[in-house]
């Protein structure tokens, strides 16, 4: 089964909401429907958790707040070792949590481009030796 995570679409005016509110922030409707948070977006800013409960396997976990393309502002995990602010990130849905032994499905951003930095380590060494003309 795959697993979505819904921002909401006011039926009234169209406003996209995440979290969902019981009214729209725009003309105060109260029926909504859901619409999966999907496609790319920019990382606004993140932050590190290093105290995690026990039900967490990593070290850390990386938070995110990113402006999705599509009109919202979603907050997730980030897989992403060193996020930098601006960057583009796609969104994905995937466990985020194991709560006794039940996975918990949430927000996973990654990067857009994930081997830029890779590429740029690539690029040939300044050469340190002086011209000879
Ligand atoms: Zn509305």
């Keep these: 089964m795959a697993h979505t995570v819904n921002a909401a679409r006011c039926n009234k005016c169209g406003q996209l909401s995440y979290p969902t509110h019981y009214y729209c922030s725009k003309c105060n409707a109260t029926e909504f429907s859901p619409i999966p948070i999907s496609g790319e977006g920019t990382l606004l800013t993140f932050t590190r958790a290093y105290a995690l409960s026990l039900d967490y396997?990593?070290?850390?976990?990386?938070?995110?707040?990113?402006?999705?393309?599509?009109?919202?502002?979603?907050?997730?995990?980030?897989?992403?070792?060193?996020?930098?602010?601006?960057?583009?990130?796609?969104a994905t849905v995937g466990p985020v949590r194991d709560i006794g032994g039940r996975d918990?499905?949430?927000?996973?951003?990654?990067?857009?481009?994930?081997?830029?930095?890779?590429?740029?380590?690539?690029?040939?060494?300044?050469?340190?030796?002086?011209?000879a003309s």
């Design 57 to 90: 396997e990593q070290l850390y976990v990386t938070f995110g707040i990113v402006q999705m393309d599509q009109g919202v502002r979603a907050t997730g995990q980030l897989d992403i070792q060193e996020p930098v602010l601006g960057m583009r990130v796609r």
């Design 104 to 131: 918990v499905f949430g927000l996973r951003f990654v990067s857009v481009f994930p081997d830029a930095a890779a590429v740029e380590s690539d690029q040939p060494a300044l050469s340190a030796s002086p011209s």
